[in-house]
C-alpha cells in the first residue's frame, strides 16, 4: 500500500502563487509516474500534470502550461506542484496521483492506483 498526503494549499489572492508538496509513503517505487489532478466546485475531476519517474519529463493540461510546473525528488519521495499567476478559475480540490506500473507522464487517470485525500485551493478576485 502506498498513502500520498498533500500538504500547501489555502487562500491566495489572484496573481499570487502557491506550492503544493505531496509525500508518498509505504511501498514506494521510485519508478513510478506521479500526477496532479484537481476538481473545481461543480465540475469533474480533471488533469494538472505529470511527471515521469525520473523527473526528465513532464506532461501538463494545455490551459496550463506556463504556469504550473511539477516537480519531484525521489529521495524524499516527494511531488510539488507550483502554481504561478493564479486565477480565479484555479480554485478547486487538488489531489496528487501516483501510478505504480507506469513510469511515463500521462494523464490518464487510469494509470494511476493511489490518490491523496486532497488540498483545497482557493484564490480570490
Known amino acids: 500500500q502506498v498513502q500520498l498526503v498533500e500538504s500547501g494549499g489555502g487562500l491566495v489572492q489572484a496573481g499570487g502563487s502557491l506550492r503544493l508538496s505531496c509525500a508518498a509513503s509505504?511501498?514506494?517505487?521510485?519508478?513510478?509516474?506521479m500526477g496532479w489532478f484537481r476538481r473545481a466546485p461543480g465540475k469533474e475531476r480533471e488533469f494538472v500534470g505529470s511527471?515521469?519517474?525520473?523527473?526528465?519529463?513532464?506532461l501538463y493540461a494545455t490551459s496550463l502550461k506556463g504556469r504550473f510546473t511539477i516537480s519531484r525528488d525521489n529521495a524524499k519521495n516527494t511531488v510539488n506542484l507550483r502554481m504561478n499567476s493564479l486565477k480565479p478559475e484555479d480554485t478547486a480540490v487538488y489531489y496528487c496521483?501516483?501510478?505504480?506500473?507506469?513510469?511515463?507522464?500521462?494523464?490518464?487517470?487510469?494509470?494511476?492506483?493511489?490518490w491523496g485525500q486532497g488540498t483545497q485551493v482557493t484564490v480570490s478576485s
Open positions: 496521483a501516483l501510478g505504480t506500473f507506469q513510469t511515463i507522464a500521462t494523464m490518464t487517470e487510469d494509470a494511476y492506483d493511489y
Open positions: 509505504g511501498r514506494t517505487s521510485s519508478r513510478s509516474v
Open positions: 511527471i515521469n519517474w525520473s523527473g526528465s519529463s513532464t
